[in-house]
């Protein structure tokens, strides 16, 4: 996102909008939505559920010819109604009938969704495993005003070159690792700017020691040092 010097100071840790957005936003919501009372606190999940669909409103500004474009804004073709439903298992409501995008990056509102479900599964293979798991993570230093394409394309190129290497193959048969489930993950700061992240799930025999466990961090970190 660009520097804008007109910002707005948003409660409950939105993120400083451009008053350009915040301009857009109040035009579409006509005249008599000017003027408002003060906020009131909100419980942590629902000020997170507005937070991600104000942001799929900048989104689908900013984006205007992808799909989060339309994403719970048109109906489904073919279908006359558009219907309410409610869920007592979350106590929350939803609109039925409605497209979605689906698109894990471009939209905030589906991607807590998708992620929620993915997380799910990934807990119950978890649990149903006769593995131990460990989590790695690999990050890069970043600094604000790093472009993120240069920052993600220098981690993932690592991150490829690492697990080239024979010393990763080594690593790999010497400690019997099944597989690995990996997720990458891409946040921002106003101090460091963008810091792309990955997440990996490694499956190991359950009878691997703690020691051991130290030898294989030890080796991941080195030659991801490389």
């Not at 394409?149 to 190129?157: A, I, K, R, V």
């Amino acid at each position: 996102m660009s520097d804008h010097t007109t910002v707005l100071e948003h409660r409950d840790g939105f993120e400083q909008l451009p008053l350009e957005f915040v301009s857009a936003a109040l035009d579409a919501l006509g005249n008599t939505a000017r003027i408002v009372s003060a906020p009131q606190p909100l419980p942590p999940t629902q000020g997170a559920r507005i937070q991600r669909f104000f942001l799929q409103s900048i989104a689908r500004f900013l984006m205007p010819h992808e799909r989060v474009s339309e994403c719970l804004r048109s109906p489904v073709p073919m279908r006359a109604t558009v219907d309410v439903m409610y869920s007592p298992d979350v106590k929350a409501a939803h609109y039925k009938g409605l497209k979605v995008c689906s698109s894990v990056w471009l939209c905030p509102v589906c991607a807590a969704k998708i992620t929620e479900r993915r997380r799910v599964d990934l807990q119950a293979a978890i649990d149903a495993s006769p593995y131990r798991v460990i989590m790695l993570t690999y990050t890069l230093k970043h600094r604000a005003g790093l472009p993120l394409q240069l920052t993600l394309d220098g981690l993932m190129n690592a991150y490829r070159s690492m697990r080239g290497t024979r010393a990763w193959v080594r690593l790999t048969e010497r400690f019997k690792v099944a597989g690995s489930v990996r997720a990458l993950e891409v946040t921002h700061g106003n101090l460091n700017g963008w810091h792309p992240h990955i997440h990996e799930l490694m499956f190991l025999p359950a009878d691997v020691s703690d020691k051991h466990l130290g030898w294989l961090r030890t080796g991941a970190v080195h030659m991801s040092k490389a």
